[in-house]
């Protein structure tokens, strides 16, 4: 057996037990929460020792987190609960539910924190929502199972993914219509924008990619394929993306391939891929962007990568089904 493949099966076998790889680099600061579908609860990670610290319970099937723009409170995504939660940050405890229309599963909000666009899966919609009446604004019609929901820096456009029209639709918030229709790769996904706001990308499930788009005319800049020594194209399946502050680097989960892979944003070439645990699904950077979080949902853990190294550090255990996670300090 040659080296590599010695490294690569020693590996394997640590993250599975949760082993740091590498004891002796310094690690993160910081505390991030895991949402888990199937516990109807958020995990607490200590990003400095690398343990769960806590849990707080949620309404049922959370998905997607956010955090309000005042830094204050968590908004979490509960499916079948068709409302998001609202988390107070200082006491971990809920205060209150959003209404959010059926299954609700990705949103953001305006650069000003007052209006919250979320897709809803069963309806074929996205919903306009009032964050602080909690009132419905406008239900716009867009593709089959809308999936991401990514606002622009301006706050003048919304961009909804469509998994079964494998379109993204581009939303004017002004007058809640859409104004264009893209087509991209088979099942998108999720969204992560330029630093400049100048491309938008867009994970492609089924499509083992990436697609950039200009956000000027939406024409297709690039498409950025994805391959993984021993696994079949159909296991490559992109879904979480994100980018670093100064959009130099992206991060994109890649599914049931079981790794996370590193792209130069300029030159949209792979760099490097990095073996996690079983269906890595969402990825998030923490504060110093000197770690990424990489969210496993068939292994019901998130795997803490040293960015600078591209190696895994540590799997650590946060619950049935994890879905996403956020760092808030």
Same mark, same amino acid.
């Given at each position: ?67 309000? =723009? @005042? &830094? #204050? ?9 068709? %409302?998001?939660? /609202? +988390? !107070? *940050? $200082? ?19 305006? =650069? @000003? &924190? #007052? ?9 074929? %919609?996205?919903? /306009? +929502? !009032? *964050? $602080? ?20 820096? @301006? &706050? #003048? ?13 581009? +939303? !004017? ?5 859409v104004v264009k229709n893209v087509k991209v790769g ?9 630093? @400049? &706001? ?109 960015v600078a190294a591209a190696k895994a550090l540590k ?5 049935r089904v994890p879905y996403m996670a956020l760092v808030?300090?």
């Open positions: 057996m040659n080296p590599s493949t010695i490294r690569l099966l020693l590996s394997a076998t640590a993250l599975a037990a949760g082993l740091s790889l590498a004891p002796t680099l310094a690690l993160a600061q910081g505390v991030a929460y895991v949402s888990s579908e199937k516990d109807d609860a958020l995990a607490i990670v200590d990003l400095k020792t690398l343990t769960v610290t806590g849990s707080v319970p949620t309404c049922k099937r959370p998905r997607h987190l956010q955090r309000t =723009p @005042d &830094g #204050k409170q968590l908004l979490v995504a509960c499916g079948e609960s068709h %409302a998001a939660d /609202i +988390i !107070d *940050l $200082a006491t971990r405890k809920s205060v209150g539910r959003l209404p959010l229309g059926d299954d609700p599963e990705a949103f953001d909000l305006s =650069p @000003d &924190g #007052k209006t919250l666009y979320t897709s809803n899966e069963d309806e074929g %919609a996205l919903s /306009i +929502i !009032d *964050l $602080a009446s909690g009132k419905l604004l406008k239900s716009v019609e867009v593709g089959k199972e809308p999936e991401g929901v990514k606002v622009s820096h @301006d &706050g #003048k456009t919304v961009w909804v993914t469509s998994e079964a029209a494998s379109l993204v639709h581009v +939303i !004017d918030t002004t007058t809640a219509k088979k099942r998108p996904r999720r969204m992560a924008l330029t630093a @400049d &706001g100048s491309q938008l990308w867009v994970t492609n499930e089924l499509g083992a990619s990436v697609t950039v788009l200009s956000t000027k005319d939406y024409s297709t800049v690039a498409t950025i394929n994805f391959e993984v020594k021993g696994a079949r194209a159909t296991e490559i399946t992109p879904v979480g993306i994100t980018m670093t502050r100064d959009g130099k680097r992206a991060f994109v989960a890649l599914g049931r391939a079981n790794h996370v892979a590193f792209v130069d944003v300029a030159s949209r070439k792979v760099t490097d891929l990095v073996l996690v645990g079983r269906r890595a699904w969402n990825v998030a950077l923490d504060k110093a962007e000197g770690r990424l979080l990489v969210v496993n949902g068939l292994s019901d853990d998130i795997t803490v990568v040293d799997s650590i255990p946060v619950g808030v300090e």
